[in-house]
């Protein structure tokens, strides 16, 4: 049996030592409900989450951009809207002035009018803005197209065609009704520029479909993506609470076992002081003997006065047989 140095409670220790740790571990994962809490926990699955996120991550961008550009559409195809019925109303006034049962006078009150809805569909042009960008023309400059990031990566952009609908790009800007052939180049005209507007509605309704599909597209791939994130970095309640409730009662068994390796080393004390004590006993009987010993080689003083007398009672009893 071993003093100076303990194996069983150094082993007894360490093993207390582990447990503790995965009871601090655990709770640890359990208190932050993640299963990587450090590059220790686990490197090559913090890698892989880390560049799962960023991607989950691009993707919501990507997101928010489409949904700006569909954003920037139902703005374009509004303005666009009202430019239809003002074209429509033109062609009306257009068929009206074209019949001579009007004269000069009421053409003219049709022509203003008619030149109040072409001024207002060349404002329409100039100030149709989204985000301080122009998106109908009415001034040099105006991009052809713009692009609209739609994806996470490098190059997934949707060009979005941007044409101008100010009445000179319609071909109706010198346009009147203020007399009955007048009217009638402005009736073909205003027909081709309600085909033209009706084509550029119809061409953002089929790109805002596109964007809503890629929304929707990328709303799947990002749930996909978070949960196999969650699968590889989130942690299991379940288990965790398993691995602590375990790792708990074993580090109770380790405290108790470590009370028992002090005790067994108690009892070598025992056995020292116990061993010290009865070899203290042993030398003081034995001194208690010895002092005995003397005490009676020693003669008292009534025994020596009774020697005394015998031996001269001795020596007369044999002269009395002499005689």
Same mark, same amino acid.
């Not at 009421?106 to 009018?113: F, I, P, Q, S, V």
């Not at 023309?137 to 105006?142: I, Q, R």
């Not at 990031?149 to 009445?167: I, K, N, S, Y």
């Given at each position: 049996?071993?003093?100076?140095?303990s194996l069983?409670?150094?082993f007894?220790q360490?093993?207390?030592?582990?447990?503790?740790d995965a009871?601090?571990?655990?709770?640890?994962?359990?208190?932050s409900?993640?299963?990587?809490?450090?590059?220790?926990?686990?490197?090559?699955g913090?890698?892989?989450?880390?560049?799962?996120?960023?991607?989950?991550?691009?993707?919501?961008?990507?997101?928010?951009?489409?949904e700006?550009?569909?954003?920037?559409?139902?703005? %374009?195809?509004? @303005?666009?809207?009202s430019v239809?019925?003002?074209?429509?109303? #033109?062609?009306e006034? +257009?068929?009206q &002035? *074209?019949?001579?049962?009007?004269?000069?006078i009421?053409?003219?009150?049709?022509?203003k009018?008619?030149?109040?809805?072409?001024?207002?569909?060349?404002?329409?042009?100039?100030?149709?803005?989204?985000?301080?960008?122009?998106?109908l023309?009415?001034?040099?400059?105006?991009?052809p197209?713009?692009s609209?990031?739609?994806?996470?990566?490098?190059?997934d952009?949707?060009?979005l065609?941007?044409?101008?609908?100010?009445?000179?790009a319609?071909?109706i800007?010198?346009?009147?009704?203020?007399s009955?052939e007048?009217?009638? %180049?402005?009736? @073909?005209?205003l027909?081709?520029a309600i085909?033209?507007?009706? #084509?550029?509605?119809? +061409?953002?309704? &089929? *790109?805002q479909s596109?964007?809503d599909?890629?929304?929707?597209s990328?709303?799947?791939a990002?749930?996909?993506?978070s949960a196999?994130?969650?699968?590889?970095?989130d942690a299991?309640?379940?288990?965790?609470?398993?691995?602590f409730t375990?790792?708990?009662l074993?580090a109770?068994m380790?405290?108790?076992m470590?009370v028992?390796?002090?005790?067994?080393?108690?009892?070598?004390?025992?056995?020292?002081v116990?061993?010290?004590v009865q070899a203290g006993?042993?030398a003081a009987?034995?001194?208690?003997?010895?002092?005995?010993?003397s005490?009676s @080689?020693v003669?008292?003083?009534?025994?020596?006065?009774?020697?005394e007398?015998?031996?001269?009672?001795?020596?007369?009893?044999?002269?009395?047989?002499d005689?």
């Amino acid at each position: 049996m071993r003093i100076r140095n303990s194996l069983i409670a150094l082993f007894i220790q360490r093993i207390y030592s582990r447990h503790n740790d995965a009871m601090s571990e655990a709770t640890g994962r359990i208190s932050s409900g993640s299963r990587i809490n450090s590059a220790a926990d686990d490197a090559a699955g913090l890698a892989i989450s880390e560049k799962v996120r960023a991607r989950i991550r691009s993707m919501k961008a990507a997101m928010r951009s489409s949904e700006d550009g569909v954003s920037l559409i139902q703005t %374009t195809e509004g @303005a666009l809207s009202s430019v239809h019925a003002m074209l429509q109303r #033109m062609r009306e006034l +257009a068929v009206q &002035a *074209a019949s001579d049962t009007n004269d000069d006078i009421d053409r003219g009150a049709l022509d203003k009018e008619y030149q109040q809805l072409l001024h207002e569909i060349n404002d329409i042009a100039r100030q149709t803005r989204f985000n301080g960008r122009l998106l109908l023309g009415g001034a040099d400059g105006m991009p052809p197209s713009l692009s609209i990031q739609t994806g996470p990566d490098a190059g997934d952009a949707f060009l979005l065609a941007l044409d101008a609908v100010a009445p000179d790009a319609l071909g109706i800007g010198d346009t009147h009704v203020r007399s009955r052939e007048g009217a009638e %180049t402005a009736i @073909a005209g205003l027909s081709d520029a309600i085909n033209e507007v009706s #084509m550029k509605r119809a +061409a953002l309704g &089929a *790109a805002q479909s596109r964007l809503d599909a890629r929304v929707s597209s990328l709303e799947a791939a990002a749930e996909a993506l978070s949960a196999a994130d969650s699968r590889i970095r989130d942690a299991d309640v379940a288990q965790e609470m398993v691995r602590f409730t375990q790792a708990r009662l074993l580090a109770h068994m380790s405290t108790a076992m470590m009370v028992q390796a002090n005790i067994m080393a108690n009892n070598v004390l025992y056995l020292l002081v116990k061993q010290t004590v009865q070899a203290g006993s042993a030398a003081a009987q034995a001194n208690g003997e010895e002092e005995k010993g003397s005490f009676s @080689a020693v003669p008292t003083g009534e025994e020596s006065k009774a020697s005394e007398a015998q031996a001269q009672a001795k020596p007369q009893a044999v002269w009395g047989e002499d005689s």
